[in-house]
């Protein structure tokens, strides 16, 4: 069993700035990739920004250049530091976890953090 738990959200101005971690814990496992994705008010769940076991990362359109995302393999630990940011960012944000247990593949996911964006 693999625990994903996120920090770090809270409320900010637009144009502000806000960091948010994922931390994974549990039984013996690799990290594969990591992601955010965020879920709006009566919106679908949206992929944010995505990184690879070797660090390579993908954006969603709509934060690239504003957002970056880190991790830190030793510490099972990844980031997202949100800058510039904007009331259309407002959303729960959940961290997504693609681990190997054994020979096995597992997806987890984080129990979400709430990003509130003021204009």
């Known amino acids: 069993q693999v625990h994903v738990v996120e920090s770090g959200g809270g409320l900010a101005q637009a144009g502000g700035s806000l960091r948010l971690s994922c931390a994974a814990s549990?039984?013996?496992?690799?990290?594969?990739?990591m992601g955010w994705y965020r879920q709006a008010p009566g919106k679908q769940r949206e992929m944010v920004a995505a990184?690879?076991?070797?660090?390579?990362?993908n954006y969603a359109a709509s934060v690239k250049g504003r957002f970056s995302i880190s991790r830190d393999n030793a510490k099972n630990t990844m980031y997202l530091q949100m800058n510039s940011l904007k009331p259309e960012d407002t959303a729960v944000y959940y961290c997504?976890?693609?681990?190997?247990?054994?020979?096995?593949?597992?997806?987890?996911w984080g129990q979400g953090t709430q990003v509130t964006v003021s204009s």
């Open positions: 997504n976890a693609d681990v190997t247990i054994f020979t096995t593949r597992y997806s987890y």
């Open positions: 549990g039984s013996i496992f690799i990290i594969n990739a």
């Open positions: 990184i690879t076991s070797g660090g390579t990362t």
